[in-house]
């Protein structure tokens, strides 16, 4: 077994290039599977719910359960990977997710298969820290720039494909499989990359290793339960009050949260979460950022399936495959970004967050249009999309030392899923309430117009955000 380690800034990895360049698509298969699962479950739900017999608040938690578990546990997970190895974590990681999958893909019922999805979150968390802070240690410059690109690659095609590669595998039937194929997929992948993790994955943590904040991963864990519950849940709720009462609690929560750490710090002792972070201003202005890009994101993908498939009466897998049209223009642009980002900075995201509003717009005009007039307003929403997605990354984490990588990225990680939680709640305000008691065609295409603006509006206030990051080249 060969084993690598992580050089400290100044010195030479005693890795080799290409068997850090071997490590990156193992890491990646990782993060692609964890986005995959956020969004192959939507396609699946109309199956899953007729052969198993469930309510609908069952299926809720199918898809809730998997966010909760995931967002509670990402900061604790990147503290984890800091103390005990961020390969060690993400290898732990990667084996029970892939177990859980398992346990998925052969539920007999809806209660082991939300109990399955929660172990899915759970694992997830352990994991995806530990992506960010090796692709932040293990390359350096320009190396580091293409780890980056290929992330934001692996999690576009993840979040843009999960509903092609649902529809195709559906619609395929394996076996009889059906929707649990979904699931099922991720054996082989998460088998393989185990087999090559511990020769090939370069190991670190941090040099710092005092005892584990438990206390403060207990407040940060029930704040983001306390914020992305009443989100995911509300709406479909009508807003009762303990949804109130939770996200009051949450600031409560994340107050006690900021004040244990700075004691914890002050003690000499190592917090969940070094608040000095903050200090550096690309990583809050870049946390600020990060969490209305993806609440933009996650807004935008919900209101074009529902477009597509209520609004335009398209099936699963032919819906899967006209969204596989923002790839095309993601691909192209992500491949470029690193490029354009060495040269004009952070006022690459901008153009790119721009570019995303222009996509938007175009929808808005050939909203009730023929299919292919759509074409174009895919492209160009894509294309925006991978302007922003790899070098926001890069910029929030550069420069960041190693003790941090992990606590940085668990920090990170959690921000996006809050804004994929907050972005899903205000835009099915937006949506439903525009819809109104309609169900047919025409009520969701109106829903889906009236969303446009909010999603422009989010698009637009990313560009704004950039302007406050740093200025580098």
């Not at 000499?268 to 550096?280: A, K, N, S």
């Not at 009520?443 to 990313?462: D, K, R």
Request: contains cysteine; proline residues 3%.
């Amino acid at each position: 077994m060969t084993t690598t380690t992580i050089a400290q800034p100044g010195t030479t990895a005693p890795a080799a290039t290409w068997q850090r360049w071997l490590a990156l698509p193992v890491i990646l298969a990782g993060a692609f599977m964890i986005t995959l699962d956020f969004f192959i479950v939507n396609v699946a739900v109309p199956s899953m719910q007729g052969e198993l017999h469930a309510s609908s608040t069952s299926i809720e938690w199918v898809v809730a359960g998997y966010g909760l578990a995931f967002a509670a546990g990402l900061i604790l997970g990147g503290r984890l990977g800091d103390h005990y190895g961020r390969r060690k974590l993400f290898a732990i990681g990667l084996e029970l997710f892939t177990i859980a999958s398992l346990v998925c893909g052969l539920a007999p019922t809806a209660g082991l298969l939300i109990g399955a999805r929660v172990l899915q979150g759970a694992s997830a968390a352990l994991m995806f820290p530990q992506v960010l802070a090796i692709l932040g240690l293990a390359y350096e410059g320009q190396d580091r720039v293409k780890a980056f690109t290929a992330y934001g690659l692996s999690l576009g095609f993840g979040g843009i494909g999960g509903q092609l590669i649902g529809g195709a595998l559906i619609h395929a039937d394996i076996a009889g499989s059906g929707w649990r194929a979904c699931f099922l997929i991720n054996l082989p992948v998460g088998l393989l990359a185990l087999l090559v993790t511990r020769r090939y994955v370069p190991e670190s943590r941090a040099d710092a290793q005092g005892r584990l904040d438990l206390i403060g991963a207990g407040l940060i864990g029930a704040a983001l339960v306390a914020i992305v519950l009443p989100l995911v849940e509300g709406r479909q709720y009508g807003w009762p009050t303990w949804t109130w009462i939770s996200l009051g609690v949450a600031v409560v929560l994340l107050a006690e949260f900021v004040t244990w750490e700075r004691r914890v710090a002050a003690l000499g002792r190592t917090p969940l979460v070094d608040m000095t972070l903050f200090r550096e201003r690309a990583f809050s202005a870049g946390m600020l950022t990060t969490l209305t890009f993806f609440a933009g994101m996650a807004s935008f993908f919900l209101v074009l399936a529902l477009y597509l498939q209520l609004g335009r009466g398209m099936g699963a897998l032919e819906s899967g495959e006209i969204f596989s049209l923002l790839g095309i223009g993601f691909l192209a642009t992500s491949m470029a970004s690193q490029g354009l980002a060495a040269k004009f900075g952070r006022q690459t995201l901008a153009v790119g967050a721009l570019v995303v509003a222009l996509g938007l717009v175009l929808f808005r005009i050939s909203a009730d249009a023929s299919t292919l007039a759509l074409i174009p307003a895919f492209v160009v929403d894509g294309a925006g999309i991978g302007l922003v997605m790899a070098p926001l990354t890069a910029t929030v984490l550069s420069g960041l030392t190693p003790q941090h990588a992990g606590s940085a990225a668990g920090v990170l990680s959690s921000v996006q899923q809050v804004g994929n939680a907050l972005g899903v709640a205000i835009i099915g305000i937006v949506f439903y309430n525009a819809a109104g008691s309609g169900s047919g065609g025409a009520a969701i295409v109106h829903a889906f117009e009236v969303s446009i603006p909010y999603l422009v509006g989010l698009a637009v206030a990313v560009a704004a955000l950039v302007q406050l990051l740093p200025r580098r080249r």
